[in-house]
C-alpha cells in the first residue's frame, strides 16, 4: 500500500504553530505542550535576520528528559539544531522519507512561495493520514475506497 501522490503535506499538517520564546523555563513549555496537546512546541529566534527568525523544537521526550535528571532549563537549552523544514506542496511521501532518513518525528511545515512557517506535520499525522483518516478533507491517501 502506498500514499496517493495527489496528497500533500500541507492537507495532513497541523496549521499553526504552537510556540513559546527560547527563555521560557522548562515548566512553561510542559505547560503549552499540555494545555495544546502537542508533543513539540516551536521555538522562534528571531536574531537570525529573517523575518520569522530561525525554528528549533522541542519535544515531548526532551521535556521528559530534562524532568527525569531534574534539569531546570530554558527552551533553548533544550532545543536542538535547527528544525528540519518541509513545504506544504511537497507529496506526503516525502515527509515521510525525510522523517525517517533524518529520525524525526516533527517537521515544520512551510508556505512553498514565501518560506515562512505555516504549521508542523508529525509521524502521527502521517500515520493516520496513511491510515485513510478523513479529518482533514484530503484525497484518501492510499487511493482505497
Known amino acids: 500500500m502506498t500514499i496517493d501522490d495527489r496528497v500533500r503535506v500541507g492537507d495532513c499538517m497541523h496549521a499553526g504553530i504552537v510556540s513559546c520564546s527560547p527563555d521560557a523555563p522548562l515548566g ?3 505547560r503549552i505542550m499540555g494545555d495544546h496537546r502537542v508533543h513539540a512546541v516551536a521555538v522562534a529566534d528571531v536574531s537570525h535576520g529573517r523575518p520569522w527568525g530561525s525554528w528549533h523544537l522541542v519535544s515531548h521526550m526532551d521535556v521528559v528528559d530534562a ?12 532545543s ?15 515527509a515521510a522519507q525525510a522523517m525517517s532518513e533524518h529520525a ?23 500515520a493516520a493520514a496513511y491510515g485513510g483518516n478523513q479529518r482533514w478533507g ?6 482505497v475506497e
Not at 516533527?106 to 512561495?113: C, F, M, N
Not at 518560506?115 to 499525522?125: A, K, M, N
Open 28 to 30: 512553561e513549555v510542559a
Open 67 to 78: 524532568i527525569a535528571v531534574g534539569r531546570n532549563v530554558t527552551a533553548r537549552q533544550l
Open 80 to 94: 536542538g539544531t535547527e528544525a528540519r523544514t518541509i513545504s506544504a506542496d511537497e507529496p506526503l511521501e516525502r
Open 104 to 126: 524525526e518525528a516533527h517537521l515544520v511545515v512551510v508556505d512553498p512561495a514565501a518560506g515562512y512557517p505555516v504549521g508542523i506535520i508529525s509521524t502521527l499525522d502521517l
Open 138 to 143: 484530503a484525497p484518501n491517501p492510499t487511493g
